[in-house]
């Protein structure tokens, strides 16, 4: 049974007022209970009433109380929502409305979901039955005949399921002191006015079953350390539990057994981190053993102070980046950090997994000053010691100069000007590090070495707190040495190059005191001079021509005597061109399954020359010309063939790329399908159709071709392949079978045929009323004849009377259904019809029908004398203006109404009834003419003369006879309501008088079963 299930019962359960208040609380508990660990988050206002009852009387008025059942709701709350029927939207401070309108109604209290809906019916029916909304087992039920006020009803007897239930003599109220699955059905109660039975509206009861519930719950779900934990244990629809409390599978504590269904609970005073966990309870009896939901508990600890550490702390090289790490020791998940620069914030990053962070910096991002770190996880921020990064280093040298000679004593010192202990410095000489030194009481460090040769070049310092390192100035170190032997180097590098190219060649010393002078030959042919002051290696460059092969080598000297290189081959070679792709097909237009011949062909390049073949950057093949000729690939066509193709040549000096060329492989169409698309699931005349056809697969432009019964119905082209659609606008003559052909110049496709059923709605259908006589009387045969002009069968009638259903039937040929009835006095009243093929229902226009009794009272004749007067005045009226009218009939004047309007006259035999007053002296036919249903009928008359039974097969003369005065409306309507001014209108056998009457009842729409909203009399 769900939350708000569960509390509805509660609230509308009779009970003390005490007793209500603390189930409505335990209810509130009930409705935060968490779900597989979690707190509900719905919390649904109730609505409930006073009185209790959802069917009262027109006049009466019930007050809406709106209820929301959260924590500290008092204080929350300060404004109520009510949503009144037609979802009109209504504010008020206050928690309750006062309602005296029929409909559904809801409510919505602040910071909670709208409540469920609650349908109130105002009813003017003289005897209502009420009872509860919701009723449950055990419930005390109350069910109440109430009949409307100044009437009194004998009689009084409650039905369910159709049988008598009860006679309720003395008292209106049937009560069910323990509701069970046995007490639902359908209700209602009937009573007697005079001589007429009165029937109440029909109520179906449903008692819903109880279902045992076992919830834990707590808030919040995590707690502080330290801090006192508090579980409860809410239990309902199991008597006298016994609970038990558990952590995981461990057993904590077994409670006393509880006298009802309450709640218990369990307290942890002092809070450890141990405690967290999941945590649920169990609820036993001799016939129940329930699990509650499971609730996690999370315990919050402080975070722990946090310390800052420079990483890489053990990474003695040049890096262009460093890390701030902040971590703390201890602390709940998730923690936030934040890194400060002299006070001020740059970073911040939240863990939820870990307990430690890192934040990278790039060099631009390490200035000057102090940086500290804090972590805060919500229970107050904790910060690390201040950390101050080196200052940039100044490396300086023992010796004055910077030319020294080999064999001195080098010192090098490196010093900063700030910076946390300990530092470590570091000396490199051309990026080589030659020592590392650790300074822990001294913001400077010293290395020395004695000279060798090699030690001139650029030498540096680096310092590092953990920060990162800071560089210092590079110092340029000279030691005077003689030239060595130099090294001749090509670039780029290798001994074979291509024509076009530029080649430098590069000589270099790895010892020698600056200048050196350098020479560079080709087969001892000397090529240029070049004179070095500061470095040991120079350069010289040409663009490469088929001459350049040969020999190669350089010298050095700085006046000890020249040294020569090694000697160096060059071979000059030529790289292939750009290929030419060409594709060789069978025939003008490349179809599926033709082979077409890829042939590539360089005009120049050194052989061998490797030539691949490609399809969309996808590789299909390769072959190799060792003679430098072209090279070709076969390729039998498939669809996916279509596409760009190129060839690449490579000769092992570079690989060029033909142009690429353009294949459209083109493929048949296939087999068509064809697809009717209507907007619903049966075609309905005036819907509108989409005939789409498309085919899987073949090369556009596709043209398609649309069929009906293979009457081809237009044609439409799809140039860039897919389908395409052709639309209708559907009548009855589109039902058929459907087809369409897809051709693209390759042969035509044909689709399956696809039958369509186009419906038709049902129209408006016309009640007709036919008795043996003009007035009909007691013990007559009445025929119903209900029947609509259009619409496809199968189509299903129903008969009403007073809105009443009398009998359904069902038409499988699209005519008309009759029902026969052998006339009582009940049988006065409203008629009507209705009828549906399943597009949509329609109803007719009501008939009211009077019928006469076989003998008269004392105040029947009364009534006939009364009425006889009336008839002799309308009668004078009725006389001056038919005889208005036959004077324009004899003038050839043109009657007020179209004939092509009035429904022809019935045949003189038959008298057929559609608006029949209670007495009348001819034999009219009546039929009801308000089209739009508005606040005044029309009731339309023709006066058809009697047949003698000697002439009866002749033709009926035009009419002559005065016809008495008569109401446009059924007896109970006053004088006053007639209209006082008839308009007369001849057709060619009929007078058709129009007389206005106010507030015409309208045919009702087919009757809901058990409909508390329709009145049952």
């Avoid at 709106?66 to 401070?93: D, M, S, V």
């Avoid at 805060?376 to 100044?394: E, F, H, M, T, Y």
């Avoid at 007559?780 to 619409?791: K, Y």
Wanted: hydrophobic share 35%.
């Amino acid at each position: 049974m769900t939350n708000a299930l569960f509390l509805r019962k509660l609230l509308f359960w009779p009970q003390p007022w005490a007793a209500q208040v603390f189930m409505l609380l335990w209810v509130s508990l009930l409705i935060l209970a968490p779900v597989g660990g979690q707190f509900a988050t719905e919390i649904k206002s109730v609505i409930s009433l006073h009185p209790p009852w959802t069917t009262l009387f027109k006049g009466e008025t019930v007050t809406l109380t709106c209820k929301a059942f959260q924590i500290n709701a008092p204080q929350k709350i300060k404004w109520y929502r009510w949503y009144l029927p037609g979802e009109i939207q209504y504010k008020t401070t206050g928690n309750t409305y006062e309602v005296h309108e029929s409909g559904g109604y809801k409510c919505q209290a602040q910071d909670s979901h709208s409540s469920d809906r609650v349908d109130l019916i105002f009813s003017a029916a003289n005897l209502i039955l009420q009872a509860p909304s919701d009723v449950f087992e055990e419930d005390s039920v109350v069910l109440r005949c109430q009949a409307k006020a100044n009437i009194v009803l004998n009689n009084m007897t409650l039905y369910k399921n159709g049988k008598i239930l009860k006679i309720l003599n003395k008292t209106s109220d049937f009560r069910i002191h323990q509701a069970s699955m046995k007490d639902s059905g359908e209700y209602y109660c009937s009573g007697v006015k005079d001589t007429h039975s009165v029937s109440s509206n029909k109520i179906q009861i449903v008692v819903q079953e109880i279902v045992p519930d076992v919830r834990i719950h707590s808030h919040p779900e995590f707690v502080f350390e330290g801090l006192e934990l508090v579980l409860i244990c809410s239990v309902s629809g199991v008597p006298r539990p016994t609970i038990s409390w558990y952590k995981k599978q461990h057993r904590l504590r077994k409670d006393r057994e509880l006298q009802t269904s309450s709640e218990t609970e369990f307290k942890v005073p002092v809070v450890q981190n141990s405690d967290a966990g999941e945590y649920y309870c169990i609820a036993r009896n001799s016939r129940f053993s329930i699990k509650s939901n499971s609730v996690i508990i999370s315990v919050k600890v402080p975070v722990s102070q946090p310390v800052l550490t420079l990483r890489p702390l053990e990474t003695w090289t040049l890096v262009r980046e460093m890390s701030l790490q902040c971590e703390v020791q201890r602390g709940s998940l998730p923690i936030r950090y934040q890194f400060f620069h002299e006070d001020v914030l740059f970073k911040e990053i939240k863990s939820s997994s870990g307990r430690k962070v890192l934040h990278r910096l790039s060099p631009t991002e390490k200035p000057f000053g102090s940086y500290y770190c804090t972590a805060d996880n919500g229970l107050g921020p904790q910060r690390s010691a201040a950390v101050i990064p080196v200052s940039k280093p100044v490396l300086t040298f023992s010796s004055p100069g910077t030319r020294t000679f080999v064999g001195d004593k080098m010192s090098l010192q490196c010093e900063v000007q700030r910076g946390s202990l300990p530092i470590w410095f570091q000396f490199f000489r051309e990026g080589v590090l030659l020592k590392k030194r650790e300074a822990v009481s001294w913001i400077t460090a010293s290395y020395s070495f004695f000279l060798i040769a090699e030690h001139s070049g650029n030498y540096y310092c680096t310092a590092d707190n953990g920060f990162g390192p800071q560089r210092s100035e590079t110092m340029s170190l000279s030691v005077t040495v003689p030239v060595s032997q130099p090294v001749l180097t090509l670039s780029p590098p290798g001994t074979r190059t291509l024509v076009g190219n530029e080649v430098r060649l590069q000589c270099e010393v790895q010892r020698g005191s600056s200048p050196i002078q350098y020479q560079f030959f080709h087969e001892d042919v000397l090529l240029t001079k070049i004179e070095a002051t500061s470095w040991r290696t120079k350069s010289y460059s040409f663009s490469v021509t088929a001459e350049h092969s040969g020999n190669y080598y350089c010298t050095a000297d700085n006046g000890f005597g020249p040294q020569s290189s090694e000697t160096i081959n060059l071979s000059v070679i030529v790289p292939v061109s750009r290929p030419v792709l060409t594709l060789r097909t069978p025939r003008a237009q490349a179809v599926v399954g033709d082979v077409v011949q890829l042939h590539c062909e360089a005009q120049r390049g050194s052989p061998p020359i490797l030539y691949q073949f490609y399809h969309e950057d996808v590789t299909l093949g390769s072959s190799s010309s060792p003679s430098g000729e072209g090279a070709s690939f076969n390729l039998f066509l498939k669809t996916e063939h279509s596409g760009n193709y190129f060839c690449e040549a490579n000769n092992g000096q570079g690989v060029q790329r033909s142009y690429p060329v353009s294949l459209s492989v083109k493929v048949p169409v296939s087999h068509p399908v064809l697809t009717l698309r209507t907007p619903r699931v049966q075609a309905v005349v005036g819907d509108i159709l989409e005939i789409h056809c498309e085919t899987q697969r073949g090369s556009p432009p596709i043209q398609y071709q649309f069929y009906r019964e293979n009457v081809a119905l237009g044609s439409c082209s799809s140039l860039s392949g897919g389908g395409t659609s052709f639309n209708l606008s559907l009548t009855t003559e589109h039902s058929g079978n459907y087809s369409c052909e897809a051709d693209n110049g390759l042969g035509v496709q044909r689709s399956e045929a696809v039958s369509l059923s186009v419906k038709v709605p049902v129209s408006r259908p016309v009640l007709t009323l036919r008795t043996a006589r003009a007035q009909v009387v007691v013990g007559d045969v009445l025929e119903l004849r209900c029947e609509a002009q259009r619409g496809s069968p199968p189509i299903l009638y129903w008969f009403y009377h007073n809105n009443v259903t009398l009998e359904t039937s069902t038409s499988h040929s699209g005519q008309g259904v009759s029902l026969n009835l052998s006339l009582t006095a009940g049988h006065s009243g409203t008629y009507s019809c209705e009828v549906d093929n399943g597009l949509g229902p329609q109803h007719s226009e009501a008939v009211t029908l009077f019928v006469m009794g076989l003998t008269g009272s004392k105040s029947s004749l009364i009534a006939t004398s009364v009425t006889g007067g009336l008839l002799s005045v309308m009668a004078v009226a009725a006389v001056a203006l038919l005889f208005y009218c036959w004077l324009l009939r004899k003038a050839g004047g043109k009657p007020t109404f179209d004939s092509s309007r009035n429904p022809s006259a019935p045949d003189p035999q038959e008298s057929t009834y559609y608006n029949v007053p209670g007495w009348i002296e001819l034999q009219p036919v009546y039929s009801n003419v308000n089209p739009n249903r508005g606040e005044v009928v029309y009731s339309e008359v023709w006066s058809v003369k009697k047949e003698n039974k000697l002439t009866a097969a002749s033709e009926p003369e035009p009419f002559k006879k005065t016809v008495s005065p008569m109401p446009c409306a059924p007896s109970h309507l006053r004088p006053t309501d007639l209209c006082p001014s008839p308009v007369c209108s001849f057709s060619q056998d009929s007078c058709v008088i129009y007389s206005q009457v106010k507030g015409a009842s309208t045919a009702a729409s087919k009757p809901q079963f058990l409909d508390p909203l329709t009145p049952h009399r």
